[in-house]
Protein backbone atom coordinates (compact mmCIF):
# COMPACT_ATOMS: atom_id res chain seq x y z
CA UNK A 1 0.00 0.00 0.00
CA UNK A 2 1.89 3.11 -0.89
CA UNK A 3 0.93 6.75 0.18
CA UNK A 4 -1.17 7.40 -2.63
CA UNK A 5 -3.46 4.37 -1.51
CA UNK A 6 -4.32 6.03 1.71
CA UNK A 7 -6.96 7.55 3.13
CA UNK A 8 -6.90 10.77 4.48
CA UNK A 9 -7.55 9.21 8.10
CA UNK A 10 -4.85 6.96 7.07
CA UNK A 11 -2.37 9.87 6.34
CA UNK A 12 -3.29 11.66 9.57
CA UNK A 13 -2.23 8.52 11.80
CA UNK A 14 1.37 7.76 9.66
CA UNK A 15 1.88 11.38 10.70
CA UNK A 16 1.03 11.07 13.92
CA UNK A 17 3.19 7.86 14.57
CA UNK A 18 6.24 9.31 12.64
CA UNK A 19 5.88 12.67 15.10
CA UNK A 20 6.15 9.81 18.12
CA UNK A 21 8.54 7.64 16.38
CA UNK A 22 11.07 10.00 16.02
CA UNK A 23 10.74 10.16 19.89
CA UNK A 24 9.92 6.88 21.51
CA UNK A 25 10.37 4.89 18.56
CA UNK A 26 14.12 5.32 18.22
CA UNK A 27 16.86 2.91 19.64
CA UNK A 28 17.44 4.89 22.82
CA UNK A 29 13.38 5.46 23.35
CA UNK A 30 13.55 1.76 23.18
CA UNK A 31 16.60 0.75 25.23
CA UNK A 32 14.96 3.37 27.38
CA UNK A 33 11.63 1.86 28.20
CA UNK A 34 13.52 -1.16 28.86
CA UNK A 35 16.02 -0.24 31.22
CA UNK A 36 13.62 2.41 33.03
CA UNK A 37 11.21 -0.75 33.31
CA UNK A 38 14.12 -2.81 34.55
CA UNK A 39 15.13 -0.55 36.92
CA UNK A 40 11.73 -0.02 38.21
CA UNK A 41 11.55 -4.08 38.99
CA UNK A 42 14.34 -4.05 40.06
CA UNK A 43 13.97 -0.66 43.01
CA UNK A 44 10.64 -2.34 44.07
CA UNK A 45 11.50 -5.71 44.89
CA UNK A 46 12.39 -5.17 48.53
CA UNK A 47 10.35 -1.88 48.82
CA UNK A 48 6.44 -2.74 50.28
CA UNK A 49 6.20 -0.13 52.05
CA UNK A 50 4.46 3.41 51.30
CA UNK A 51 7.24 5.52 51.49
CA UNK A 52 9.16 3.26 49.39
CA UNK A 53 7.17 4.58 46.43
CA UNK A 54 8.81 7.82 46.41
CA UNK A 55 12.31 5.90 46.72
CA UNK A 56 11.68 4.10 43.60
CA UNK A 57 10.15 7.03 41.81
CA UNK A 58 13.57 9.00 42.51
CA UNK A 59 15.79 5.93 41.62
CA UNK A 60 14.29 5.20 38.30
CA UNK A 61 14.10 8.67 37.73
CA UNK A 62 18.06 9.24 38.89
CA UNK A 63 19.26 6.19 37.38
CA UNK A 64 17.43 6.60 33.44
CA UNK A 65 18.98 10.35 33.59
CA UNK A 66 22.48 8.36 34.89
CA UNK A 67 21.90 5.87 31.65
CA UNK A 68 20.90 8.94 29.22
CA UNK A 69 24.19 11.06 30.59
CA UNK A 70 26.59 7.60 29.15
CA UNK A 71 24.48 7.33 25.86
CA UNK A 72 24.61 10.95 25.29
CA UNK A 73 28.57 10.71 25.95
CA UNK A 74 29.19 7.83 23.67
CA UNK A 75 26.88 8.93 20.75
CA UNK A 76 28.85 12.29 21.08
CA UNK A 77 32.19 10.39 20.98
CA UNK A 78 31.35 8.30 17.92
CA UNK A 79 29.97 11.04 16.57
CA UNK A 80 32.90 13.67 16.79
CA UNK A 81 35.45 10.30 15.86
CA UNK A 82 34.03 9.56 12.46
CA UNK A 83 36.25 10.26 9.87
CA UNK A 84 34.03 11.83 8.12
CA UNK A 85 33.18 14.67 10.56
CA UNK A 86 36.55 15.80 11.73
CA UNK A 87 36.11 19.43 11.17
CA UNK A 88 33.27 19.28 13.26
CA UNK A 89 33.26 20.76 16.89
CA UNK A 90 32.47 18.90 20.16
CA UNK A 91 29.30 20.80 20.69
CA UNK A 92 28.26 19.63 17.55
CA UNK A 93 28.80 16.18 18.25
CA UNK A 94 26.83 17.01 21.90
CA UNK A 95 23.74 18.92 19.86
CA UNK A 96 23.82 15.42 17.52
CA UNK A 97 23.88 13.23 20.42
CA UNK A 98 21.48 14.54 22.59
CA UNK A 99 19.06 14.59 20.07
CA UNK A 100 19.82 10.81 19.02
CA UNK A 101 19.36 10.37 22.56
CA UNK A 102 16.22 12.28 23.89
CA UNK A 103 13.96 8.87 23.22
CA UNK A 104 15.72 7.63 26.57
CA UNK A 105 14.41 10.57 28.44
CA UNK A 106 11.35 10.98 27.35
CA UNK A 107 10.48 7.41 27.39
CA UNK A 108 10.50 7.44 31.45
CA UNK A 109 7.85 9.91 31.20
CA UNK A 110 4.85 7.75 31.25
CA UNK A 111 5.76 4.97 33.24
CA UNK A 112 6.43 8.16 35.78
CA UNK A 113 3.27 9.19 36.38
CA UNK A 114 2.22 6.32 38.14
CA UNK A 115 5.21 5.99 40.34
CA UNK A 116 4.30 9.77 41.03
CA UNK A 117 0.93 8.84 42.17
CA UNK A 118 2.06 5.93 44.40
CA UNK A 119 4.53 9.08 45.82
CA UNK A 120 1.75 11.21 46.89
CA UNK A 121 -0.50 8.49 48.45
CA UNK A 122 -2.99 8.59 45.70
CA UNK A 123 -2.54 5.25 44.84
CA UNK A 124 -0.64 2.16 46.42
CA UNK A 125 2.63 2.01 46.20
CA UNK A 126 2.81 -1.87 44.49
CA UNK A 127 -0.22 -0.70 42.12
CA UNK A 128 2.08 2.49 40.97
CA UNK A 129 4.95 0.34 39.95
CA UNK A 130 2.88 -2.58 38.46
CA UNK A 131 1.06 0.09 36.69
CA UNK A 132 4.59 1.80 35.38
CA UNK A 133 5.46 -1.84 34.18
CA UNK A 134 2.14 -2.47 32.52
CA UNK A 135 2.73 0.93 30.72
CA UNK A 136 5.95 -0.04 29.46
CA UNK A 137 5.22 -3.45 28.10
CA UNK A 138 1.64 -1.63 26.34
CA UNK A 139 4.20 1.19 25.24
CA UNK A 140 6.57 -1.02 23.58
CA UNK A 141 3.58 -3.26 22.43
CA UNK A 142 2.50 -0.21 20.57
CA UNK A 143 5.80 0.57 19.16
CA UNK A 144 6.42 -2.82 17.77
CA UNK A 145 2.87 -2.62 16.39
CA UNK A 146 3.03 0.69 14.62
CA UNK A 147 6.02 -0.18 12.91
CA UNK A 148 4.59 -2.35 11.33
CA UNK A 149 1.75 -0.66 11.00
CA UNK A 150 3.25 2.34 9.08
CA UNK A 151 5.30 0.32 6.46
CA UNK A 152 1.09 -1.39 4.87
CA UNK A 153 1.64 -4.78 6.56
CA UNK A 154 -1.34 -7.46 7.65
CA UNK A 155 -2.69 -6.66 10.97
CA UNK A 156 -1.32 -10.23 11.99
CA UNK A 157 2.40 -8.99 11.44
CA UNK A 158 1.67 -6.20 13.23
CA UNK A 159 -0.02 -8.19 16.15
CA UNK A 160 3.46 -10.26 15.57
CA UNK A 161 5.73 -7.12 16.47
CA UNK A 162 3.35 -6.21 18.85
CA UNK A 163 4.04 -9.60 20.95
CA UNK A 164 7.31 -9.73 20.44
CA UNK A 165 8.47 -6.07 20.81
CA UNK A 166 6.00 -6.38 24.48
CA UNK A 167 7.71 -9.20 25.74
CA UNK A 168 10.59 -8.02 26.64
CA UNK A 169 8.41 -5.65 29.11
CA UNK A 170 6.90 -8.93 30.11
CA UNK A 171 10.15 -10.32 30.74
CA UNK A 172 10.88 -8.10 33.06
CA UNK A 173 7.74 -8.16 35.00
CA UNK A 174 8.74 -12.17 35.38
CA UNK A 175 11.84 -11.65 36.78
CA UNK A 176 10.22 -8.83 39.20
CA UNK A 177 7.66 -11.15 40.13
CA UNK A 178 10.55 -13.93 40.63
CA UNK A 179 12.62 -11.95 42.74
CA UNK A 180 10.07 -10.82 44.95
CA UNK A 181 8.62 -14.25 45.91
Keep these: MGAIDRTPAEDAGVRIHRRLWRHWGTPAGIYGTIVYASVIAASSVSNDD ?3 AV ?4 FSLVSIVVFWLAH ?8 HGD ?3 LGDRMRDSLRYAVGESSGMLEA ?4 SVP ?7 IVPSEV ?3 LALWLCVLMLALLGFLVFLVR ?3 LWVCLTGAVVTGLFGVVVIILKTTLSH
Design 83 to 85: ADR
Design 152 to 154: GRS
Design 50 to 52: AGS
Design 128 to 130: GVG
Design 72 to 79: VYADALGF
Design 115 to 121: LLLGSLG
Design 108 to 111: AAIP
Design 55 to 58: EILV
